[in-house]
């Protein structure tokens, strides 16, 4: 079909559903030299029509952006004729899809190297992953750019929204964050969490034309929070996957926030979005949820042409939210500015561009920095828990911790002088540190959400990335995974582990030679019924290790862990084990949930996560 006025208020787009209608009108499209009208086709899409609608206040005008040097189609034999013919002119040489691997961008021309397209289904992880981290580390020379959609519709459309410019008039830029209070820059409006609470942020969003927006916030896939507003990836003209795990909505008729803030990402009008939230464009291996909830994938489906979102965890701030806003302001790229700053937290970028802005300017990279037996490790250990501020004053254990660091500086001084390993302070120390590991694993079962289960975050903050230290393990859950140590920038923090998987997420953490965590259950549990978990552990000294499991306050009135903690004595670099059992309530939610285990030998503290998803009783159907 031909598009119609009663159809789409606009020229700028001309929606087809037929393939030879579509492949001819490409054609006369490329072929003319002052085109009107951007040829897509929709597949049926209704959704789509009305993402045109909305377009219309955004874009006037057509011109073909800048061509990437070298394309790549990854699994295209279901794209329209017409869709091959319009991405031909954004690379200037198409590669075989056996051609892209990780070595491909070691020759490539400068600049503009690489444009990756792919149906979603086949945007996974490998060999993607190894390019961008290439391309991140040639420092702006390679860039690798992406065009996507959750099906031959949705990448049409959004390869059609490449070709238009956005109105002159279309200038505002805006950050709305739930976890920073920035001090706004320039021409850009910053909405915190002050302003979500005062005002209709809903109506901010949806009624307002945005040349720019970053929207930061906790979430998942699904969705970012912004206070009790939720912007939400769901696309109801979607089909839904059952055999994949849905938020809480997709098995009830609520949402976990209220209904009447969720913002639908596919109705924000914004030239560029900027999604700053964990996994909210997760590769197609890697998904938590069904694509229908996806954020990014609802952004290409509304009136977005650029789209720059995250595909993992990252632990983006202040100074992510600061590069971002003057990046606005000089008409820089957000991906290539974010990726800049947050370089100093973690090893891979963080944020994708999906889409072919031709902004300009860069961000200068941050530079990473570095600070040691058993008395040394404790002492560095216990001048970080007291004098770092991480224990409050009124700390309960904060007494017992003073006076074992009164006894830790006199061995400490003694050691200087001493033979290493002085039989009588190490008994005595070891004494002492069981008891306390006894303490704190105590306040841990009892009260997760103890500063001691925060450390990790908290000296990480106060870290830089070792660049040399990064390496691949292997996740719980069998898949591949970054590891990396944050080296400790001051004499009151700690060095500290970390384990990322492209699935899982952070899934671990541990201070250096603390015990290694290991898990061992399914990855789902119906309503009513029992998680077993085995949990191992491989300490770095000889003796007595405190483990114990527990879940997120949101589980806890429908879930028993059993036991909440137990004691495992070991050789150093030996894996023992020990197994807990989470008997879930039948009321319980189904929706994707966690649960983390803990270790504590010698004040040294470890957690491991596991991502589960809970199902309804069997015989319960998703919608």
Same mark, same amino acid.
């Given at each position: 079909?031909?598009?119609?006025?009663?159809?789409?208020?606009?020229?700028?787009?001309?929606?087809?559903?037929?393939?030879?209608?579509?492949?001819?009108?490409?054609?006369?499209?490329?072929?003319?030299?002052?085109?009107?009208?951007?040829?897509?086709?929709?597949?049926?899409?209704?959704?789509?029509?009305?993402?045109?609608?909305?377009?219309?206040?955004?874009?006037?005008?057509?011109?073909?952006?800048?061509?990437?040097?070298?394309?790549?189609?990854?699994?295209?034999?279901?794209?329209?004729?017409?869709?091959?013919?319009?991405?031909?002119?954004?690379?200037?040489?198409?590669?075989?899809?056996?051609?892209?691997?990780?070595?491909?961008?070691?020759?490539?021309?400068?600049?503009?190297?690489?444009?990756?397209?792919?149906?979603?289904?086949?945007?996974?992880?490998?060999?993607?992953?190894?390019?961008? =981290?290439?391309?991140?580390?040639?420092?702006?020379?390679?860039?690798?750019?992406?065009?996507?959609?959750?099906?031959?519709?949705?990448?049409?459309?959004?390869?059609?929204?490449?070709?238009?410019?956005?109105?002159?008039?279309?200038?505002?830029?805006?950050?709305?964050?739930?976890?920073?209070?920035?001090?706004?820059?320039?021409?850009?409006?910053?909405?915190?969490?002050?302003?979500?609470?005062?005002?209709?942020?809903?109506?901010?969003?949806?009624?307002?034309?945005?040349?720019?927006?970053?929207?930061?916030?906790?979430?998942?896939?699904?969705?970012?929070?912004?206070?009790?507003?939720?912007?939400?990836?769901?696309?109801?003209?979607?089909?839904?996957?059952?055999?994949?795990?849905?938020?809480?909505?997709?098995?009830?008729?609520?949402?976990?926030?209220?209904?009447?803030?969720?913002?639908?990402?596919?109705?924000?009008?914004?030239?560029?979005?900027?999604?700053?939230?964990?996994?909210?464009?997760?590769?197609?291996?890697?998904?938590?949820?069904?694509?229908?909830?996806?954020?990014?994938?609802?952004?290409?489906?509304?009136?977005?042409?650029?789209?720059?979102?995250?595909?993992?965890?990252?632990?983006?701030?202040?100074?992510?939210?600061?590069?971002?806003?003057?990046?606005?302001?000089?008409?820089?790229?957000?991906?290539?500015?974010?990726?800049?700053?947050?370089?100093?937290?973690?090893?891979?970028?963080?944020?994708?561009?999906?889409?072919?802005?031709?902004?300009?300017?860069?961000?200068?990279?941050?530079?990473?920095?570095?600070?040691?037996?058993?008395?040394?490790?404790?002492?560095?250990?216990?001048?970080?828990?007291?004098?770092?501020?991480?224990?409050?004053?009124?700390?309960?254990?904060?007494?017992?911790?003073? =006076?074992?660091?009164?006894?830790?500086?006199?061995?400490?001084?003694?050691?200087?002088?001493?033979?290493?390993?002085?039989?009588?302070?190490?008994?005595?120390?070891?004494?002492?540190?069981?008891?306390?590991?006894?303490?704190?694993?105590?306040?841990?079962?009892?009260?997760?959400?103890?500063?001691?289960?925060?450390?990790?975050?908290?000296?990480?903050? =106060?870290?830089?990335?070792?660049?040399?230290?990064?390496?691949?393990?292997?996740?719980?859950?069998?898949?591949?995974?970054?590891?990396?140590?944050?080296?400790?920038?001051?004499?009151?923090?700690?060095?500290?582990?970390?384990?990322?998987?492209?699935?899982?997420?952070?899934?671990?953490?541990?201070?250096?030679?603390?015990?290694?965590?290991?898990?061992?259950?399914?990855?789902?549990?119906?309503?009513?019924?029992?998680?077993?978990?085995?949990?191992?552990?491989?300490?770095?000294?000889?003796?007595?290790?405190?483990?114990?499991?527990?879940?997120?306050?949101?589980?806890?009135?429908?879930?028993?862990?059993?036991?909440?903690?137990?004691?495992?004595?070991?050789?150093?670099?030996?894996?023992?084990?020990?197994?807990?059992?989470?008997?879930?309530?039948?009321?319980?939610?189904?929706?994707?949930?966690?649960?983390?285990?803990?270790?504590?030998?010698?004040?040294?503290?470890?957690?491991?996560?596991?991502?589960?998803?809970?199902?309804?009783?069997?015989?319960?159907?998703?919608?």
């Amino acid at each position: 079909m031909s598009s119609s006025p009663t159809e789409v208020s606009t020229t700028l787009f001309t929606p087809i559903d037929e393939d030879t209608a579509y492949a001819e009108a490409v054609a006369r499209f490329l072929d003319s030299p002052r085109p009107d009208s951007v040829p897509v086709w929709v597949g049926g899409r209704a959704d789509l029509l009305s993402a045109m609608q909305l377009a219309a206040g955004l874009y006037r005008g057509i011109a073909r952006p800048t061509p990437y040097a070298r394309g790549v189609l990854l699994g295209g034999g279901e794209l329209p004729a017409g869709l091959r013919s319009l991405l031909g002119p954004l690379a200037l040489e198409w590669l075989d899809e056996k051609e892209l691997h990780g070595e491909l961008l070691e020759n490539a021309p400068a600049g503009r190297s690489l444009l990756v397209v792919a149906a979603y289904p086949q945007l996974t992880s490998d060999p993607v992953m190894e390019l961008v =981290r290439r391309a991140h580390r040639s420092d702006g020379r390679r860039q690798v750019g992406f065009l996507t959609g959750r099906d031959a519709a949705s990448l049409a459309w959004f390869t059609a929204k490449q070709f238009c410019r956005p109105r002159p008039d279309v200038v505002a830029a805006g950050l709305f964050t739930s976890t920073d209070r920035p001090e706004a820059l320039g021409a850009v409006q910053v909405f915190d969490d002050r302003a979500l609470e005062r005002q209709d942020i809903g109506t901010e969003l949806l009624e307002k034309r945005w040349r720019r927006l970053l929207l930061q916030g906790h979430g998942r896939d699904d969705s970012v929070n912004l206070a009790d507003f939720t912007v939400c990836g769901l696309n109801t003209a979607a089909s839904r996957r059952p055999e994949l795990l849905g938020p809480r909505c997709a098995y009830g008729p609520d949402c976990y926030k209220p209904n009447e803030k969720l913002i639908p990402l596919n109705r924000v009008s914004s030239v560029e979005i900027v999604l700053s939230s964990c996994n909210n464009g997760p590769f197609a291996d890697a998904v938590a949820y069904d694509p229908k909830y996806q954020l990014m994938l609802n952004a290409i489906d509304g009136a977005a042409r650029d789209v720059v979102a995250a595909p993992t965890v990252h632990d983006s701030a202040r100074p992510e939210n600061t590069t971002w806003m003057r990046a606005a302001e000089a008409e820089a790229p957000s991906a290539a500015s974010l990726n800049s700053t947050i370089s100093a937290a973690q090893p891979d970028p963080a944020y994708w561009h999906f889409g072919m802005a031709d902004d300009r300017g860069s961000a200068p990279d941050p530079t990473p920095q570095v600070p040691g037996p058993l008395v040394l490790s404790t002492s560095s250990r216990l001048t970080a828990y007291l004098a770092g501020g991480l224990l409050p004053e009124r700390h309960a254990l904060r007494p017992r911790l003073t =006076r074992f660091a009164g006894k830790v500086e006199r061995w400490v001084t003694r050691q200087a002088t001493a033979a290493e390993g002085e039989p009588a302070i190490l008994r005595a120390l070891s004494d002492d540190l069981q008891s306390l590991d006894h303490a704190i694993s105590t306040q841990i079962a009892e009260d997760p959400e103890t500063e001691f289960t925060d450390c990790h975050a908290y000296f990480g903050q =106060r870290s830089t990335v070792d660049p040399e230290s990064v390496s691949e393990v292997l996740c719980h859950c069998g898949r591949a995974a970054r590891q990396f140590v944050k080296r400790a920038l001051v004499p009151t923090a700690l060095d500290t582990v970390c384990t990322v998987c492209i699935r899982c997420g952070d899934m671990a953490y541990r201070l250096v030679g603390s015990p290694e965590l290991s898990l061992t259950t399914e990855e789902s549990v119906h309503t009513g019924g029992t998680l077993h978990a085995r949990v191992g552990v491989r300490p770095e000294r000889r003796g007595p290790v405190r483990i114990g499991v527990f879940v997120p306050r949101h589980l806890r009135s429908d879930c028993t862990v059993t036991p909440s903690r137990s004691k495992v004595r070991g050789t150093a670099g030996q894996w023992l084990e020990a197994e807990f059992s989470l008997a879930i309530d039948a009321g319980a939610h189904p929706q994707a949930y966690y649960f983390t285990a803990f270790a504590v030998q010698d004040l040294g503290l470890s957690v491991a996560r596991w991502d589960f998803g809970i199902l309804p009783a069997v015989g319960v159907s998703a919608r």
